[in-house]
């Protein structure tokens, strides 16, 4: 049984002009990857309305889970709520639960709720709240949807909430083995070893390393006897392979 | 008039599967902002085919350019050649031009040009060859769409050298200067250099060969005369340069 899809979508044109790194993706890559569902699709779509709707309607049809990041705070251009609620073709308005945890907020704060913090309490129809443990303005879940904060601080927190309540398939046990040689010269007696061991996925990532060229080979799998033998049949093979 | 478009198509189990941050499409993103592209969608896909050749037939029909990092390698998961030329509807083969770099390569490495390293010779038809100084094996532009190795410093020198040619400015001309000598040892002069010549863009690469340290420098320009003049007075500080 294959695992479980997911997609990332995440919004924001700091990320498309080059003035933000994206770690958000590779957080959330790795963290499915641990929850054993397989993370198949990113796209990155900048603060544009009809962009995120065709986007996030695309992505949600295709793959089991979509992940959102970004657009979700007090400013004008934080547009992401909106764009759900009309992907969904559902009402959106403040709602009492979600203005009750930034008036808490604001309250211990001592700042005031105004109208751009409101903003913030802006829920599509039907959603599920996800609590932000880090600023109070909450994400929220809509069918398979889940769209969170960009801040990579409540971004992670999100995640961590939300996951635990997605279906993981069989988890994925890896070994990662360094070679210090071009991935040409891996590339033949690996194809080879992949053929004998079709359901340990085998993957070959070079790299340059102070100069020199070097890879690093992944073997995966669900089965641990399985990789166990694959990994043996590979030393065999690279007996200058150091395991990571 | 509003600036060129672009999207980025990144290509690889790796990014998705969280092993290995991309940093690729952030220089992108860099590079086009300060060439007034602008960046509008970011996709990453899996080594799959029917997912790649979907992924580049929307986002080339739907964005002045399109660059795609990953998959050109040697091993049997790189798929991105093969997924291009069936996006296209061209053939692809082994290409004279792009097998004489990668045998001039083996020659000057001392090793075989073999089956795997061949596969790095398989052009779309059709196709433009884009320069790799850093490995030898060649992306390669097809129409709109600029495909690129997935390697960060390999993907940033196709990025150099693909990117003047989209601006709508004069082609950009470059001279590759080889030096048996690591990158350390060429900073400081290279420096000086690229400050008398601030209108001639000058790259640096490094590479082993043989277990020696050794750099490819790239000037590039689109005044022929400077370029010239930028070269001699480069061999005048490196009278051991190779031209390559």
New interface residues.
């Given amino acids: 049984m294959s695992n479980p899809s997911a997609a990332m979508l ?1 919004i924001g044109d700091e ?4 003035r933000t ?3 958000n ?9 641990n929850a054993a569902i ?9 603060d544009d309305q009809a ?1 995120i709707v065709a986007a996030v309607n695309e992505l949600r049809a295709r793959w089991d889970n979509v992940f959102t990041s970004g657009g979700i705070g007090p400013t004008h251009d934080d547009i992401t709520a909106d764009a759900m609620a009309v992907a969904f073709g559902v009402g959106i308005s403040v709602r009492d639960d979600a203005r009750a945890i930034l008036q808490t907020r604001s309250d211990m704060l001592g700042i005031e709720l105004n109208e751009a913090r409101l903003r913030m309490a802006r829920i599509p129809d039907g959603a599920v709240l996800i609590d932000n443990p880090v600023s109070g303005a909450p994400g929220f879940s809509i069918e398979n949807v889940h769209v969170m904060a960009g801040v990579p601080a409540i971004f992670k927190a999100m995640v961590a909430t939300v996951l635990p309540t997605l279906t993981g398939g069989m988890p994925v046990i890896s070994k990662t083995v360094r070679l210090d040689m ?7 007696p ?2 080879e070893l ?1 053929k004998r061991f079709s359901e340990v ?1 085998m ?6 390393l102070a ?3 070097g890879t690093n080979i ?1 073997l ?1 799998s669900s089965d641990t006897d399985l990789l166990a033998a694959a990994f043996d049949a590979f030393i065999v093979l690279f007996p200058n392979g150091q395991p990571q």
């Avoid at 990320?15 to 080059?18: K, M, R």
């Avoid at 397989?38 to 900048?46: A, G, H, I, P």
């Avoid at 993957?203 to 340059?208: H, L, N, T």
């Fill in positions: 995440v990320i498309l002009s080059g790194q994206d770690t993706t590779n957080h959330l890559a790795v963290s499915l990857t397989d993370l198949k699709e990113v796209r990155v779509v900048s962009q071009p991935e040409g010269e891996i590339a033949a690996l194809g992949a996925s993957g070959s990532y070079p790299f340059v100069g020199r060229f992944v995966r």
